[in-house]
């Protein structure tokens, strides 16, 4: 199984494809960063993420997608410009046929590290041990999109036990 994980920005999207097969770990397969420059029309740099984006998912072929959902900062102007650009993130993802999962950045820090509250350091390192990477995966973004990723990999299997038993004792 391959899932692409991916931290929206406008600036900075970071996105890692990690595959899975059966009970090895799993591996980092890509990983990125979509850098659109700031002096650029938003309609210019959300084309771009949306067609680097595109061009990843038929380049990887990944089977489903985790992204990160939006944290609410206190700068609204910075939370917009995410707002959009996880916007052509899923109609990528959707677009490339990808089942979507989004996760709360609490969340997946949670399920990574086992604190919520974990600092960018803390979680880089996390992932990789759990990558079993050489180095610190940088920039944060990049590190990001891998615990998306990670945390995907953790629960998904979860919620589709969890959808299956509630199908089969006919609970919506």
């Known amino acids: 199984m391959k899932i692409l994980g991916i931290d929206p920005g ?4 970071g996105w890692a494809v990690l595959e899975k097969d059966g009970a090895a770990p799993p591996k980092l397969a890509a990983s990125g960063l979509v850098h659109t420059p700031k002096n650029t029309p938003l309609e210019k740099r959300l084309a771009s993420i949306f067609d680097e984006l595109s ?3 038929k380049a990887h072929s990944p089977d489903e997608a985790a992204i990160e959902e939006v944290f609410f900062s206190k700068r609204a102007d910075t939370q917009a410009n995410t707002t959009h650009a996880r916007g052509v993130i899923l109609l990528a993802c959707e677009k490339g ?3 979507i999962s989004s996760y709360n950045p609490k969340v997946i820090k949670k399920t990574i590290s086992g604190n919520g509250a974990a600092e960018k350091k803390q979680m880089q390192r996390v992932v990789q041990i759990t990558l079993n990477l050489v180095s610190i995966p940088e920039p944060d ?3 990001d999109a891998m ?3 990670l945390c995907h990999l953790r629960l998904a299997p979860l919620a589709r036990a969890l959808a299956k038993a509630k199908a089969k004792a006919g609970i919506a």
């Open 10 to 13: 406008l600036d900075r999207t």
């Open 97 to 99: 046929g990808l089942p």
């Open 147 to 149: 615990a998306a990723a």
């Open 55 to 57: 061009a990843l998912i």
């Open 141 to 143: 973004d990049i590190a």
